[in-house]
């Protein structure tokens, strides 16, 4: 009822607004009417169950900017642009951009665009997206696509006291490929789409800032090798010699602004030090923490052979868990391990490698890039969302009939008056001891979530075997909810400080990262 009134608002704000504002701001307020009607039974995961038997053909599928059509309201010429032909270039920020694709057959496609990021306000890109005139889910209702970004100048500027100062945070025009996925990282593919046989318009229409796209993709994401693959494709020799050593707070690019360096004064190791100057020696923390958040560091290696990699880290964001990063070389993942390397719990700075795995690196210029990911926690975040809603849904038709401050002495007959309460608890109460136990699997303790989960769900017995419980628990249960979602949103959270890397050759040691 309530999001119907808000909606009800929002409706009459557009029809006055359509008289008053531009086009593509009232059409950004329609969206976002949409979104709140079709937020819960739109999702992404309903989606995707739906087409869950529908195949992934393997071919690709690319229309040239040339093939679209803008909108009247949207700045927009067509043409080369820095070193590509037939490219859409979008001056403005405003309108929409439609591209024409013909799909051979029935299949679920992901799509990525081809685009320049050129200088803008800094922060991401945003537009919606649209199949065939509709959000195919809710989340199409605003999706970004990153910008890349530098420090200015090439050595942090000190104050007339000696401390160094933060630089100044520069975006880099630059052509990018990026696939529309989810930014939460919930899902570790990028969205698939599903596609009929025929004809097909894709539609972007601008929130933020312009662009140039050179094409739009429907493609497969490339299949990862496993580790013994990739071995045994690779012919390389063991080496040993001396570190590359890369300062972490001194990456070549990064995706977001806020991943600026930090001074550390917790340890002497910490490079640079200083027991009184302010040093910028370290990057990340709690702000780089979610998948949008690349950073990428160039590097020189002196010959070819087999290398391993070491981080000299310090990760206490996520008591008693590990937060992953997935790591690129030369911008992919060189094989399947790689996609998930973890970084456990620690209060002092300690050392993250990447174990026995030998990758071979050839002499010359490369590149490391590092993305939180949430792989290994994604199902049981996704899952506890699940319970969440069900919960929230549950309290909200309760509190229909009692009110947020039920009579104590007064029978609301709950299971009766809400078909389905019963069942609900049921099916929830199965859902969290199945994922208090799959929590223990991934830390091998019962942490601070099992005492939660475990009061939740003694409360949800209670509810079960009497409903005269429901009325007299519901501020505790209200109360249990908020705490379930904060916990989910923790988990979430991925970040992770550094401050160096070790591009060491498989034969020798990694250098100290403790002090003694």
């Given at each position: 009822m309530k999001i119907r009134k808000v909606s009800c608002v929002l409706l009459i704000f557009?029809?006055?607004?359509?008289?008053?504002?531009?086009?593509?701001?009232?059409?950004?307020?329609?969206?976002?009417?949409?979104?709140?009607?079709?937020?819960?039974?739109?999702?992404?995961?309903e989606y995707l169950k739906k087409y869950s038997d529908v195949s992934c053909p393997d071919n690709t599928i690319e229309v040239f900017g040339t093939g679209a059509v803008a909108s009247d309201d949207a700045d927009v010429t067509f043409g080369e642009y820095?070193?590509?032909?037939?490219?859409?270039?979008?001056?403005n920020?405003?309108?929409?951009?439609?591209?024409?694709?013909?799909?051979?057959?029935?299949?679920?496609?992901?799509?990525?665009?081809?685009?320049?990021s050129v200088s803008?306000?800094?922060?991401s890109i945003e537009y919606s997206l649209f199949v065939d005139g509709v959000h195919p889910f809710s989340d199409c209702a605003s999706i970004s696509f990153p910008r890349y970004y530098e420090y200015a100048g090439d050595k942090f500027l000190r104050d007339s006291n000696d401390n160094e100062l933060r630089p100044e945070q520069v975006d880099v025009p630059m052509w990018c490929f990026s696939p529309i996925l989810?930014?939460?990282?919930?899902?570790?593919?990028?969205?698939?789409?599903?596609?009929?046989?025929?004809?097909?318009?894709?539609t972007l229409r601008a929130l933020r800032d312009g662009i140039v796209i050179s094409s739009l993709v429907l493609y497969q994401p490339e299949k990862v090798i496993g580790y013994d693959d990739y071995a045994a494709d690779v012919n390389g020799t063991e080496i040993t010699g001396d570190t590359v050593i890369i300062e972490a707070e001194k990456p070549s690019l990064k995706t977001s602004p806020v991943l600026y360096p930090n001074a550390d004064r917790s340890d002497a190791l910490t490079s640079t030090s200083h027991p009184v100057k302010t040093r910028l020696n370290t990057i990340g923390g709690g702000n780089w923490a979610y998948r949008t958040q690349q950073i990428i560091w160039d590097f020189e290696i002196p010959e070819d052979g087999y290398y391993k990699i070491g981080f000299r880290y310090k990760q206490n964001f996520l008591r008693g868990m590990s937060t992953y990063r997935e790591i690129q070389i030369d911008g992919k993942v060189p094989f399947a391990e790689l996609s998930v390397v973890d970084f456990p719990y620690t209060s002092s700075w300690d050392l993250a490698d990447t174990g026995e795995y030998r990758i071979y690196l050839t002499k010359g210029k490369h590149s490391i890039t590092l993305t939180p990911t949430l792989s290994v926690t994604a199902d049981i975040v996704l899952r506890t969302n699940e319970c969440i809603e069900k919960l929230n849904d549950a309290y909200?038709?309760?509190?229909?009939?009692?009110?947020?401050?039920?009579?104590?002495?007064r029978n609301y007959y709950l299971h009766e008056s809400i078909p389905g309460l019963k069942s609900t608890f049921k099916e929830v109460y199965k859902e969290l001891l199945s994922i208090s136990d799959d929590m223990y699997e991934i830390t091998g303790t019962r942490g601070s979530e099992a005492s939660l989960i475990d009061r939740i769900c003694k409360q949800l017995k209670k509810f079960i075997k009497s409903q005269d419980a429901v009325s007299e628990q519901l501020e505790?249960?209200?109360s249990n909810i908020?705490?379930?979602?904060?916990w989910s949103l923790n988990l979430q959270n991925q970040g992770l400080l550094l401050d160096r890397i070790f591009i060491t050759p498989y034969g020798s040691e990694f250098p100290e990262v403790k002090t003694s």
């Amino acid at each position: 009822m309530k999001i119907r009134k808000v909606s009800c608002v929002l409706l009459i704000f557009i029809l006055l607004a359509g008289m008053l504002l531009p086009v593509h701001l009232v059409q950004a307020a329609e969206d976002t009417v949409n979104a709140s009607l079709t937020s819960e039974k739109n999702s992404y995961l309903e989606y995707l169950k739906k087409y869950s038997d529908v195949s992934c053909p393997d071919n690709t599928i690319e229309v040239f900017g040339t093939g679209a059509v803008a909108s009247d309201d949207a700045d927009v010429t067509f043409g080369e642009y820095e070193g590509r032909s037939d490219c859409v270039i979008w001056n403005n920020g405003a309108g929409e951009v439609s591209f024409t694709v013909n799909v051979p057959s029935d299949g679920r496609y992901c799509i990525g665009l081809n685009y320049f990021s050129v200088s803008g306000k800094g922060s991401s890109i945003e537009y919606s997206l649209f199949v065939d005139g509709v959000h195919p889910f809710s989340d199409c209702a605003s999706i970004s696509f990153p910008r890349y970004y530098e420090y200015a100048g090439d050595k942090f500027l000190r104050d007339s006291n000696d401390n160094e100062l933060r630089p100044e945070q520069v975006d880099v025009p630059m052509w990018c490929f990026s696939p529309i996925l989810d930014e939460e990282g919930l899902y570790v593919e990028p969205y698939s789409f599903f596609f009929s046989a025929g004809s097909h318009t894709i539609t972007l229409r601008a929130l933020r800032d312009g662009i140039v796209i050179s094409s739009l993709v429907l493609y497969q994401p490339e299949k990862v090798i496993g580790y013994d693959d990739y071995a045994a494709d690779v012919n390389g020799t063991e080496i040993t010699g001396d570190t590359v050593i890369i300062e972490a707070e001194k990456p070549s690019l990064k995706t977001s602004p806020v991943l600026y360096p930090n001074a550390d004064r917790s340890d002497a190791l910490t490079s640079t030090s200083h027991p009184v100057k302010t040093r910028l020696n370290t990057i990340g923390g709690g702000n780089w923490a979610y998948r949008t958040q690349q950073i990428i560091w160039d590097f020189e290696i002196p010959e070819d052979g087999y290398y391993k990699i070491g981080f000299r880290y310090k990760q206490n964001f996520l008591r008693g868990m590990s937060t992953y990063r997935e790591i690129q070389i030369d911008g992919k993942v060189p094989f399947a391990e790689l996609s998930v390397v973890d970084f456990p719990y620690t209060s002092s700075w300690d050392l993250a490698d990447t174990g026995e795995y030998r990758i071979y690196l050839t002499k010359g210029k490369h590149s490391i890039t590092l993305t939180p990911t949430l792989s290994v926690t994604a199902d049981i975040v996704l899952r506890t969302n699940e319970c969440i809603e069900k919960l929230n849904d549950a309290y909200s038709q309760i509190i229909s009939i009692t009110g947020t401050t039920p009579d104590m002495w007064r029978n609301y007959y709950l299971h009766e008056s809400i078909p389905g309460l019963k069942s609900t608890f049921k099916e929830v109460y199965k859902e969290l001891l199945s994922i208090s136990d799959d929590m223990y699997e991934i830390t091998g303790t019962r942490g601070s979530e099992a005492s939660l989960i475990d009061r939740i769900c003694k409360q949800l017995k209670k509810f079960i075997k009497s409903q005269d419980a429901v009325s007299e628990q519901l501020e505790s249960f209200h109360s249990n909810i908020s705490s379930l979602s904060s916990w989910s949103l923790n988990l979430q959270n991925q970040g992770l400080l550094l401050d160096r890397i070790f591009i060491t050759p498989y034969g020798s040691e990694f250098p100290e990262v403790k002090t003694s």
